[in-house]
């Protein structure tokens, strides 16, 4: 048993358990954010795999795809949700600047120990500031959706 | 540009047509989650058919994409969860034999254009593939996403846009 693949199962049970737990009470507003960030997470995907910034030398699915599946499956989804359900409800703007900064920090972080540790991630021209602006957009992407959509879902 | 690519574009054309045309604004959050949920669905079994072999796309929309990713992100995450919204929002009021039939003429319409595809061009080769199969599992992913989407939309209400 490799350790990417011991590491995938940790993620994949971890991703699970912290989902049911904030579904309680918001299952159907989790489950949106969930699926809305699966889907920035492909394209996201797509678009690095794309220009070869990354590699996935360990990637469930050898043949098909290039691409790593877990990942953008369930475990960068997860991280949507939990952007989601702790988002600031009083406008303060350096609170807010630091709440986006922090969560577009905490993935690439991840990213890097994954690259560093295991043959998840390889990075090929990987730069820690575009991906860091990416994540930016990517939440604010996906806070503008959610907030919209909640307006035609019954609390 | 070859034939192929052209079929594609058309295909892809009609499709953002009949977003426009058959999705109506205010039921916009209802087709997000018919859109969003397949996708849960079509992803890991598009790469599992291509995995085990099952299936090819030789030609793809962009010319390098089978370097990168082999299964067809434009049938995945585009065509067919559209057409998966439109099967949805327009489902009738009937009774069980009603909604098979549905359920079959809508997945046998689709499936023999795939079939037709697939005999006639190099978008999608069948290997150890066949048309039934096709046919039921388009059938299963639209029941799948037909039941979620009736679970969720208990508690979608209407607003303004």
Not at chain 2, 47 to 71: D, S
Request: proline content about 3%; some cysteine; overall charge positive.
């Amino acid at each position: 048993m490799s350790v990417e693949f011991f590491v995938l199962v940790i993620l994949w049970v971890i991703s699970i358990i912290t989902l049911l737990i904030i579904s309680k009470g918001r299952t159907r507003l989790t489950q949106i954010t969930f699926l809305f960030t699966q889907a920035l997470a492909w394209i996201f995907e797509f678009i690095i795999t794309f220009f070869k910034l990354v590699e996935f030398p360990y990637r469930e699915f050898k043949v098909a795809t290039e691409m790593s599946f877990s990942l953008y499956y369930i475990v960068f989804p997860t991280v949507g949700v939990l952007f989601i359900l702790y988002y600031p409800k009083q406008l303060n703007k350096l609170k807010l600047l630091f709440y986006y900064l922090f969560f577009s920090m905490v993935i690439p972080i991840f990213t890097f120990s994954l690259e560093r540790y295991s043959k998840l991630f390889h990075f090929i021209n990987w730069n820690w500031t575009v991906h860091v602006l990416a994540d930016l957009l990517i939440f604010y992407i996906l806070k503008t959706f959610i907030f919209w959509f909640q307006k035609g879902l019954k609390s | 540009m070859n034939l192929e690519r052209w079929i594609l574009v058309g295909v892809i054309f009609v499709t953002i047509l009949a977003i426009f045309t058959l999705i109506p604004r205010k039921r916009a959050r209802e087709a997000w989650v018919l859109l969003l949920f397949l996708q849960v669905i079509t992803w890991p079994a598009g790469l599992f058919v291509v995995e085990m072999g099952w299936i090819e796309y030789p030609i793809q929309l962009l010319k390098r994409t089978n370097q990168y990713n082999r299964t067809s992100l434009t049938f995945e995450f585009f065509i067919f969860p559209i057409v998966a919204i439109i099967f949805s929002l327009y489902f009738p009021n009937v009774k069980r034999l009603g909604a098979i039939i549905y359920y079959v003429c809508y997945a046998g319409f689709f499936t023999c254009i795939e079939v037709l595809l697939e005999r006639t061009t190099r978008l999608v080769e069948y290997h150890e593939w066949t048309w039934y199969w096709t046919l039921i599992t388009v059938i299963i992913s639209l029941f799948l996403n037909h039941k979620y989407y009736l679970w969720y939309k208990k508690k979608l209400i209407k607003v303004k846009a």
